[in-house]
């Protein structure tokens, strides 16, 4: 099967998201990566700004989900604090967690959008299952050997293909 690596929009952070056009297009579910999408890998508390925008957004009657391939305690951390659904080691680029999550919330693919840092988890992974994806930039360049291998690849494709242009924005 022929990977697609280019996320359907590419926007700075989580708060350059155009949450509006979202809704505007059946959109109810968020997806959220957590490690450099809402914070920093070091972080252990959330920011008080990511705290307002999921906030703001579950008023808007989005459901909140994490998916992180990070460790259980660093995601129950976060999960917990802001009373929403989380799935640690989720294993992205796998399936295996978005059929979770459709499968547990009963809900379509067309509802849902995933956002993340990385085109090798988060980008691939939500456009095998023909999830909405949003790519943004990573919050620090401090990464774990694994994230370090992966934007290696990441740089290399982003060479080779047009798929995005760093810094160069959607919207
Ligand atoms: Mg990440």
Avoid at 17 to 43: E, G, S
Avoid at 68 to 81: A, D, G, H, I, Q
Avoid at 108 to 129: C, L, P, R, V, W
Wanted: glycine share 2%.
């Amino acid at each position: 099967m022929k990977r697609n690596y280019k996320p359907t929009i590419y926007v700075k952070d989580i708060y350059s998201i155009n949450y509006k056009k979202l809704k505007d297009n059946h959109i109810k579910y968020l997806l959220f990566d957590l490690d450099n999408t809402i914070c920093d890998n070091k972080t252990k508390v959330l920011p008080v700004k990511a705290y307002d925008l999921f906030n703001t957004l579950k008023k808007e009657n989005f459901t909140i989900i994490i998916i992180s391939n990070s460790w259980y305690f660093r995601v129950r951390r976060f999960t917990k604090k802001l009373k929403v659904q989380g799935y640690s080691f989720a294993l992205k680029p796998f399936t295996n967690v978005y059929k979770k999550i459709i499968k547990k919330n009963n809900i379509n693919i067309q509802e849902m959008a995933a956002i993340g840092d990385q085109i090798y988890t988060d980008i691939i992974g939500a456009n095998k299952m023909n999830i909405t994806s949003v790519l943004v930039d990573r919050i620090s360049n401090k990464e774990s050997i694994l994230t370090k291998i992966n934007r290696i690849r990441e740089n290399q494709l982003l060479k080779k293909r047009a798929i995005i242009r760093r810094g160069v924005y959607d919207e």
